[in-house]
């Protein structure tokens, strides 16, 4: 069984600090890996998309990829309380799964204003 | 910008009764997915759809549920006999399925269906 570990969380960061999300993955041949906000009651929206290892940045997001750790991660800069929400990391599935999305339950994070 | 959209927003149902989802994904995409979610719990893929057949399903989705894409837009998922189980909010993603070096392009995900089984 593939799996996607994150903490539950909740995360909690004042206004302006920088949250840092974390996630494992278990199958070692995924090669796409997604981070989703859902806000509550709320479909996932996607925030970044990540191949390669090393840093991806977008705006105020960096995506962070090791995959001989099997760990990726989401850093939110200057966080504002509209970034309040659960963080959903997704990996699709190697091997003749791979149209598959496997999420880990999602790390919580509250912004202080 | 293009998304992808589902009806009804939710729907209530009796135990044993068939329900139809519908979902209209973005229009260039070819690969259609479902999803559910039950309250508290991680998003759980179901099945994915491409060229009018299924290309992989859950162990979730057994005989009771069944996809078809009836027209060139509406994607809809069917489930035959609903029991209390089922009860969860269910979403339809799209993708244009662009694979390159072991990678898959990303999944864009409707708001949703809430269905309550009583």
């Known amino acids: 069984q593939k799996e996607v570990e994150q903490n539950s969380g909740p995360l909690s960061v004042p206004e302006g600090a920088i949250a840092s999300l974390n996630c494992t993955y278990s199958?070692?041949?995924?090669?796409?890996f997604f981070w989703y906000r859902q806000y509550s009651g709320k479909s996932p929206e996607l925030i970044m998309f990540?191949?390669?290892?090393g840093d991806k940045e977008d705006g105020r997001f960096t995506a962070q990829l090791n995959k001989a750790s099997q760990y990726v991660s989401l850093l939110i800069r200057d966080s504002q309380p509209s970034d309040s929400a659960t963080y959903l990391c997704?990996?699709?599935?190697?091997?003749?799964?791979?149209?598959?999305?496997?999420f880990g339950k999602g790390t919580l994070l509250t912004v202080n204003p | 910008e293009p998304e992808v959209t589902q009806t009804p927003s939710h729907q209530v149902t009796q135990m044993g009764q068939e329900v139809i989802l519908r979902c209209v994904p973005i229009?260039?995409?070819?690969?259609f997915y479902w999803y559910r979610q039950i309250l508290g719990q991680k998003v759980e893929f179901l099945v994915s759809?491409?060229?009018?057949?299924?290309?992989?399903k859950s162990e979730i989705f057994d005989d009771q549920f069944s996809v078809e894409r009836p027209d060139g837009s509406n994607f809809t998922l069917k489930i035959r006999s609903t029991k209390l189980e089922d009860s969860a909010m269910y979403f339809c993603?799209?993708?244009?399925?662009?694979?390159?070096?072991?990678?898959?392009?990303?999944?864009?995900f409707g708001p949703g269906t809430r269905l309550t089984v009583l």
């Open positions: 759809f491409y060229n009018n057949e299924i290309s992989e």
């Open positions: 997704a990996v699709n599935d190697s091997g003749g799964s791979n149209y598959k999305l496997t």
């Open positions: 990540i191949y390669s290892n």
């Open positions: 993603a799209s993708s244009e399925g662009y694979y390159y070096a072991g990678a898959w392009d990303e999944q864009f």
């Open positions: 229009s260039n995409h070819l690969y």
């Open positions: 199958d070692r041949g995924s090669q796409s």
